[in-house]
């Protein structure tokens, strides 16, 4: 047995390697978190639509701002003091992003860089999700919430705003070869997607009165268009047009604008210095010219008419000519691209790109790995801690005990893992900030152990309760007491029979320790589903998300082999020449 | 194997019920230093709560129990069991601990014996019921004979100045029940104070200084093994003894 397990994972192992080490020749990467350089610039959409102009008045871009000399880094109400930790995404190229060394990049976030630069803080970027990113700002968690976040009334009430940096267009995505060909021929009935909580939401649902499809990110929406499943997706137009490939089986139809609803960081309300910090530093990088070199080079289309970045008192930033530059492209360009793929070389390329396990897999083992295992142990050891404490309690004669077990129990097993993740992640947080340094890692090992917790509890309490009677009654005649008697004879002895219990447990967890990615981690701290999400938002390509599967299985299949053969081994009993030491399983 | 100092055990009006269940209902109990009892009586005649009652692993509602003349009811319970051992029908033995280790758990823990020294008393121990040889196996492997000498080795490793035996040879089978006897009848002789709880006549009458027959939670004849064997004075005792013997 134990050589078959050997061998079982021997033979992962040498698939994962091997993975790594087979030559399989790098092609180009197309990096789509590198900013394109302004030789790639549009000129503004010829076919906007007029749907979603606003009223036009702008009554929050502020007149002027304070003199950048005036502010003082050390009373801008930061969670850490002198670092500005902003909350971002990686599923949106090349506003946010996360490029191909693992760093927090893109338009917004190299803008905010240079911002802060200017005030005199650090910035550390730390991934989350965007349904909870305002909420996270909101609750102090991250002082900036930096996401191409249009703003809108209905954010207002949540968050505080920046002046404007950018602006945004809506693009109307759509598979090739669909009926669709613009924002007036959505009807009901269709399957609309967009990503949860954002402008495009609302500008589905309140302006279009049509009821979308929602999806947490850009990433997994646009797969749904790609494989046909949603009909349409409005997409906020750099998304759009940083997502669709040529050779896609998707193009853009039409496109919209707001000219009220700018894009801008969020802050929480009530931390006005830093909300105007920002905007004198918005102002000092448009007036030095480091905005329009970020904004030619990362995401170049030629601004809309009557409006620009920063303040109203900000000078107007020099820009080339974009529209010029995207016609002599249009000249030169040939007038079809290549061809769209067959359904089974788009599988094929979408399950089974070799360069990108080449990718993902050593930052799997880097970083993934050892962050999944952390996870899952620190959670196992607070889980069997918590747990044999309910198991005790949950036994004992004194319902002082036992109800709060009980409760405990039925909520912890009641409720599904990512809630439990989620509302401690994001509950608790805020509360115990300054204990945790505003770290979620701390707090996703809690949330995972308490709810562990709760099940092992239950585990142990059944082992423990069919541990024969007579081993309490023969340890207490011997002179034990009842601590004594559960340590040294029932609780070992029930233990030892819940082992294959307690090991799916464990793989259980392993696999729920991959939702601690809704709480937001940084870089290092990304465990392998993370890891492969990232890469998978930043290529568009499922290949890295099947990389961390594998890796998954790596650890469970031969964890579940062990508890098959630890629970025949108890079964059946053994010999007393092979005997385990008791001691050192328990 | 030295036995302590003996000790008398007493037990006065004990009385115990488990909710509505009344189980004993005013025993008497008078167990002279260095002596043996046999208790014997039909099944649920209460026999072995009364072995639990004297050492309280259950606390009589009313009643005393006098150790050596002096009540132990304010004493703590686990120091008075510590001087009393015990061997259960089913032996009891801790499955996941080695002979060995059965045996010398109670002197470690209980007598902070350092492990050799506890090692020698339990090789000792086990050399007595005659099975220093399996020192280091587990119990599992033994046969019930075997195991219940480790359980008696165990009770006797924590020196306890009196013996309760629950019906030890109910559970094995014939032909180990003599040489289980013979172990109980040789610690009797060594001077030991014993409370023996069993089915087996020829024991009792062989084996005992006095012998207990209870039936529905009383003490319903007390007397020398020919008192009890020859010249039963109850009804009841005789009809127990006819179907019995």
Redesign the interface.
Known sequence: MTSFLRATVAILVALLVGALCVGVPARATTDQCAPPGEQSASALPTNLATAAQGDGTDKYTTPGTQPLSTVRPDALGLGTPGVLTVGTLSDAPPSICINSSGQFTGFDNELLRAIAEKIGLRVNFVGTDFAGLLAQVASRRFDVGSSSITTTDARRRTVGFTNGYDFGYFSLVVPTGSAINGFGALKPGQRIGVVQGTVQEAYVVDTLHLEPVKFPDYATVYANIKTRQIDAWVAPSQQASGTVQPGDPARIVENTFSLDNFVAYAVAKENKPLIDALNAGLDAVIADGTWARLYANWVPRALPPGWKPGSKAAPVPQLPDFNAIAASHATAAPSAGPGPKSTLSQLKDAFLDWRLYRQAIPDLFKTGLPNTLILTISASVIGLIIGMALAIAGISRSRWLRWPARVYTDIFRGLPEVVIILVIGLGIGPVVGSLTGNNPYPLGIAALGLMAGAYIGEILRSGIQSV?A??L?????????YP?SMR??VV??GV?RVLPALMNQFISLLKASSLVYFLGLIASQRELFQVGRDLNAQTGNLSPLVASGLFYLALTVPLTHLVNYIDRRLSK?KP?AA?IP?QEII | MTTPQAVSLAAKDIHLAFDANTVLRGVDLDVPAGTTTAVIGPSGSGKSTLL?TL?R?YEPDRGDILLDGRSVLQDNP??L??R???V?Q?F??????TVLENVT??PR??KRLDTAAARELGLKLLDRVGLKHKAD??P??LSGGQQQRV?IA??LA?NPQVMFFDEATSALDPELVKGILALISELGADGMTMVVVTHEMGFARSAADSVVFMDGGRVIETGTPEQIFESAETQRLRQFLAQVV
């Not at chain 1, 009654?473 to 007491?481: D, K, N, V, Y």
């Not at chain 2, 009891?92 to 601990?97: E, K, Y």
């Open positions: 024969d007579g081993q009654e023969a340890s207490r005649a011997l002179g034990f007491g004594a040294l004879v070992p002895q030892r009993g007393a005997e008791t | 639990r050492n692993l686990d120091q069991r510590q009393i051992g015990m259960f089913h009891n033995l801790f499955p996941h601990r758990l109670g823990k209980l196996v587990r599992a492997t359980a165990r009770a924590m």
